[in-house]
C-alpha cells in the first residue's frame, strides 16, 4: 500500500530533551512537509521540503529542525529550544511543491513530561 | 497578512440537517483551495479541491464547495449530514504562485447528533 508512515504514534519527551519524528512515504513524492496541529489554531507549517537536500523554514521553524536525505524521508527533530513542544505534529508530501494536492500521515502526538 | 478564515468553530447539527460550513481567504491573486476532513483517530484526507474551472467543486461523500471570487470564499455545503459526518473540517489555501504552502483555517468540529 502506498502511503506516509509516522512513527512513533505516542512521544514522551523530558525537559532539555532533542527527539526525532520520523516520517517515510513510498508515493515517490518529491515534495514533503511538516505541520504542527494545536487544539483551536488548525495546521501550521513547520518545515518544507521541495526535494532532496533541500528544504525551508515555514511559520513556525524556531526550535525545530529536519534534514532530507533520501527522497522518501523527512524526520524533524524537536530540539530543547521549542518552549511549548506538546502539540500533534503532522507530516505530509505532495508530488511536487508547485500547488499540488498534500497526503498527510497519521501523526504522532508529542508529550513533555 | 494572507490567511484563511473559518467562520465557526464547533457545528450541532441533527441527521438529515443540511450544512454549510463558511471559509474566507484574504489574498488578491490566484488561489488553490482545499478543504480536508479530519474524522476521529483517522487521518486528514482531502475532501475537495479547486484549482480552476466550474467553480462549483464536488467531492467525496456528498460534499460540495463553491468558490466565489468576488467574496473571497469557498464555502462547504452538504444537503443532509450523517453521523457519520461528525469529524472536524479545515479549509486550506495556497496563497500566492510560487508560495509551495498551504495555510490552513483553523478548523470547524462538526458533531451530528442521530
Known amino acids: 500500500d502506498g502511503g506516509i508512515t509516522q512513527s512513533p504514534k505516542y512521544l514522551f519527551r523530558k525537559e532539555g530533551q532533542n527527539v526525532t519524528l520520523s516520517c517515510e512515504q513510498n508515493l515517490n513524492h518529491d515534495a514533503m512537509y511538516w505541520y504542527r496541529q494545536d487544539p483551536g489554531q488548525g495546521l501550521r507549517l513547520i518545515y518544507y521540503?521541495?526535494?532532496?537536500?533541500?528544504?525551508q523554514k515555514g511559520d513556525i521553524a524556531e526550535g525545530y529542525s529536519v534534514s532530507r536525505e533520501k527522497k522518501e524521508s523527512f524526520p524533524l527533530t524537536v530540539t530543547s529550544a521549542q518552549k511549548n513542544p506538546t502539540a500533534f505534529y503532522l507530516c505530509?508530501?505532495?508530488?511536487?511543491?508547485?500547488?499540488?494536492?498534500?497526503?498527510f500521515g497519521p501523526g504522532t502526538r508529542l508529550l513533555v513530561l | 497578512a494572507q490567511s484563511v478564515s473559518q467562520h465557526n468553530h464547533h457545528v450541532i447539527l441533527s441527521e438529515a440537517a443540511s450544512l454549510e460550513l463558511g471559509c474566507n481567504y484574504s489574498?488578491?491573486?490566484?488561489?488553490?483551495l482545499f478543504w480536508y476532513v479530519q474524522y476521529p483517530g483517522q487521518h486528514l484526507q482531502l475532501l475537495l479541491k479547486y484549482f480552476s474551472g466550474d467553480p462549483l467543486v464536488k467531492g467525496i461523500k456528498g460534499f460540495e464547495a463553491e468558490f466565489i471570487k468576488s467574496k473571497f470564499s469557498f464555502n462547504l455545503r452538504k444537503p443532509s449530514v450523517q453521523w457519520s459526518d461528525t469529524a472536524e473540517y479545515f479549509c486550506a489555501a495556497d496563497l500566492g504562485a510560487g508560495s509551495y504552502q498551504l495555510t490552513f483555517g483553523k478548523g470547524t468540529k462538526l458533531s451530528v447528533i442521530p
Open positions: 521540503s521541495q526535494i532532496v537536500n533541500d528544504f
Open positions: 489574498y488578491g491573486g490566484t488561489v488553490n
Open positions: 505530509a508530501s505532495s508530488i511536487s511543491a508547485a500547488r499540488e494536492t498534500q497526503y
